[in-house]
């Protein structure tokens, strides 16, 4: 599950805890990207996003960062990190990238977005606020094939687009950084860790409101 993470909240982890305990994996990843090449610039390094999201997981063995994308000297695109995988995983392995809706439905503008099926799957996360039909959905990919369960999903290494139901979270970073810059409390949107780091080291604006 990758994502800019500035900050990671409850609704990226919730999301990646769902999808692993529904998958019957042993873990999920989550990538920070380093700079994200189609939108602005996050409210801090790379290096403080990773640190929140190693912050978030240390206390739950499910979830881990995965760092591939920041340590990188290369743009932060997807393609390069689900090509990367591929290559550690082998040609047999199912690899599952996890988006919220409103990620997926900004495909179009990612760079090769129509070759990330030939590397993975997408499980397509509800996010509130963002809904739409599964028909609809799946024009967004001429090859895509969408399956609706487990077994089907990693019947294959790659190609199929499934749509997951998720318990609702309607928490975003925007949000969460809003509240910092306003001088307002964002606890109990994200792990207490994560704010605790955003106020050692000012992030957002924290120290001047
Ligand atoms: P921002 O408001 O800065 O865009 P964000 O909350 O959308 O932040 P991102 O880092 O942009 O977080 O998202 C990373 C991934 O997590 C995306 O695929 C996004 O759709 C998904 N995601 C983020 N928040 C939620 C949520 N509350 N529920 C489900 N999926 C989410
Ligand atoms: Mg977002």
New binding site residues.
């Given amino acids: 599950?990758?994502?800019?993470?500035?900050p990671?909240?409850?609704?990226?982890l919730?999301?990646a805890l769902e999808i692993q305990q529904w998958l019957g994996v042993a873990q999920v990843s989550l990538v920070?990207?380093k700079q994200p090449v189609h939108?602005d610039a996050?409210g801090c390094t790379s290096e403080q996003r990773l640190a929140m999201v190693d912050a978030a997981v240390l206390p739950e063995p499910a979830l881990r960062a995965d760092a591939r994308e920041v340590a990188s000297d290369k743009p932060s695109y997807t393609l390069l990190t689900l090509q990367g995988l591929r290559e550690e995983l082998g040609e047999h392995h199912p690899i599952c990238m996890?988006?919220?809706?409103?990620?997926?439905l900004t495909l179009p503008k990612w760079h090769q977005w129509q070759d990330f099926l030939g590397y993975a799957h997408i499980i397509v996360?509800?996010?509130?606020g963002y809904h739409f039909e599964p028909d609809e959905i799946m024009q967004r990919f001429t090859s895509a094939n969408r399956v609706t369960d487990k077994a089907e999903l990693l019947s294959k290494p790659a190609g199929h687009v499934l749509i997951h139901e998720?318990t609702?979270?309607?928490?975003?970073?925007?949000?969460?950084?809003q509240l910092v810059t306003r001088g307002n409390s964002p606890r109990y949107l994200l792990p207490d860790p994560v704010w605790a780091y955003i106020k050692d080291h000012n992030l957002y604006g924290y120290l001047t409101n």
């Fill in positions: 599950m990758g994502g800019t993470f500035d990671i909240h409850n609704g990226h919730r999301t920070p990207s939108r996050p996890v988006m919220g809706m409103d990620a997926y996360v509800a996010r509130p998720m609702p979270l309607g928490i975003s970073a925007t949000q969460v950084r």
